[in-house]
Every structure is written in structure tokens, then in C-alpha cells.
């Protein structure tokens, strides 16, 4: 037997703030992956660091399997410290691995309970795009429909430990709330690639003073003069932004976009262009 889990990351956040006392963040989950193979062995974890360990371990305990015949070979696409959820990606895919392994089920209530008791999670492993309350991974809301929209992700460079960010930011983070309100709204009305896009921007600026990303608004407006545009998202405790297209934008549109963008915003790296798409926790067995 070969088990294969994979478990999405992340492009930043579509929203992120305090909402109602509590923190949240929206996912912006995308086509780049954690993955767990899970082959015949000696209950090792093979790849991924000291997170990944701890989430194989607290996954034993819970199911209840100390003795596992299995090794885990933990590989990711996704670079750490970027904003990209790539630590969430690791410990979700883990946690589902040892689960499927002891025949045990985890609701996503409990993988999100589990993941935050390592770390601030963020809710890729819910199948949609989740409303999730970081610290504790519960579960707020889940939008089932996602736009399967293009995603060119920049970066300004160097790195964030997104858990030492918040420890030291903890009472002082604190966005206007009129943005994070209208974002709200404009997602619960109807999810489309344009309200999607909008949300994105107003969250983006609303949490500039907190991690401020060089030359955001010009870069903003920038992509927005471009009719194939509908937003631009930032991980708001990373290093990324990411161009969001609207669902009728052609490839060839999308490269003038990025194009100038680059020459424009020397300081702002182009990684890659990525699809937009539904969370969730990804399971095959050969």
C-alpha cells in the first residue's frame, strides 16, 4: 500500500483582521501543495521540520496508534516564511496521513482544533474557502463555490515568522473595520471573481500599517488599470501579494499585466502565476 495526502497552500489571505474581539482570516487557498506519502517503515517522518514532528506526534496520541508500520515522506511546493501557508499545509497533511493510516476519521473541526494547538493555523484543509479563527481553528464559515481564477504572485523579499509577528503585534493589530465590513459583505452577497477582488484590496490596505509592503497602493492601482484585474491580496503576515484575474482573462492579457508590473515595481519579484481553487484535504491510495 501507498497513501498519498496532499494538502493545499496558500497565497496569502483573502481577508485577515480582528472581527467581533476575535481574530479571522479568509483562505486563499491555490494549486501549490504539502504532501504525504506514506509507505511501509518504522513510524519515521522523513522531510518537513520540527512543526511537521510535532503534528506526527500529536496525531499518535490522538488516534491512539503510538506503533505505526509507516514511514512518512512529508515533501512541499510551497517556500516557508513567505506567507503561503506552508506550515499549515505540513501539520493538516500529517495529521491526515496518521489519521488514515489508524482508520480513524477527523472532522475539519478537529484538524483545525489539532493544528492550532501547534500553531496559529490557517484553514486550507477545509474543503472551500474557509473563514477560520486562527487561534483556535474553529471554523466559521465556509464558501463551497470558489471563482477558479488566475493568481500572479510577487514578492518583496526576505522572510516572516508568522507566529512571532502576531506574539509581538497581538494587542496592537487592530485594521479599520469599515473595510473588513464592506469586504464581508461583498463575499456573503455573491462570490464572484470581482467581489472576491475587491474584498482582497480593502483587507490588503486596511492592514498596511502592520506589515507595510513597498509601494502598495501605486502597485494596486497599477494592476487595477488593467481591465483584466479585479484585486490584489497580500499575505497579511508574509512577504507575498498576489495579482488576482478576473475568470475572462486570457493568457495573453495576464503576461502584459505581469509584464509591466515588473518593469514598473522593480522591488516587487514575480514568482509565479498559480490558480485560485478549493481547500481540502486530498487523499489517494495505490
Known sequence: MELTVRVPGSCGEVMQG???????????????????????????????????????????TYCRCQDLPYDFFLTSDLPPGKGMASSSADICAVLAAVAAVCQKSLSQQDIGRLAASIEPTDGVFCQGMAMIQPETGAIWHVFPEVPFLAIAVFDVGGTVDTVAFHRVHRDRIRPVQAPLFLGLQLLTASLTDRHLGLAASLSALANQPWLPKPDFTAFLQAALDHPAVVGVNVAHSGTVAGVFFGCEASPASREAVIDTLCRQFPQWSYRETVQLQPGGIFTEIR
Open 18 to 60: 480582528i472581527w467581533q474581539d476575535e481574530p479571522f482570516l479568509i483562505t486563499c487557498p491555490i494549486d501549490r501543495y504539502s504532501t504525504v506519502v506514506v509507505r511501509p517503515g518504522r513510524g519515521r517522518l522523513l522531510g518537513g521540520g520540527e512543526k511537521a514532528r510535532r503534528a506526527l506526534d500529536l496525531g499518535r
